[in-house]
């Protein structure tokens, strides 16, 4: 199974950017795809973005499009998360996960995780 280790979380004002990372131990079977959940307090976790390793195509939630962007550095079987314009509503520990498929990569409870990173864009 593939370890991720996120980082990057921290505070920022409406409207400012963070970029967080995920780095894995490993590109296996397990991990064709890479993404991002978050999980804000008394809410359900949720799909953020992902991204396949192979071919690089993304998927995002329509909550982020146009202000997240995720990508890889193969290199470095590292995947991040540029966020820009946050809002509040985007305050959440932010989840780094690998799937072995695309239905997997769309799913709270599939695939291997990240210990998680705060983000926090108060109000």
């Known amino acids: 199974q593939v370890q991720l280790v996120e980082s990057g979380g921290g505070s920022v004002q409406t409207g400012g950017s963070l970029r967080l990372s995920c780095a894995a131990s490993?590109?296996?079977?397990?991990?064709?795809?890479m993404g991002w959940f978050r999980q804000a307090p008394g809410k359900e976790r949720e799909f953020v973005a992902a991204?396949?390793?192979?071919?690089?195509?993304?998927y995002y939630a329509d909550s982020v499009k146009g202000r997240f962007t995720i990508s890889r550095d193969n290199a470095k079987n590292t995947v991040y998360l540029q966020m820009n314009s946050l809002k509040p509503e985007d305050t959440a520990v932010y989840y780094c996960?690998?799937?072995?498929?695309?239905?997997?990569?769309?799913?709270?409870?599939?695939?291997?995780w990240g210990q998680g990173t705060q983000v926090t864009v108060p109000s």
């Open positions: 991204i396949r390793w192979s071919t690089g195509s993304t």
């Open positions: 996960n690998a799937a072995p498929n695309f239905l997997m990569s769309m799913d709270k409870n599939a695939g291997s």
């Open positions: 490993a590109r296996t079977s397990s991990s064709v795809y």
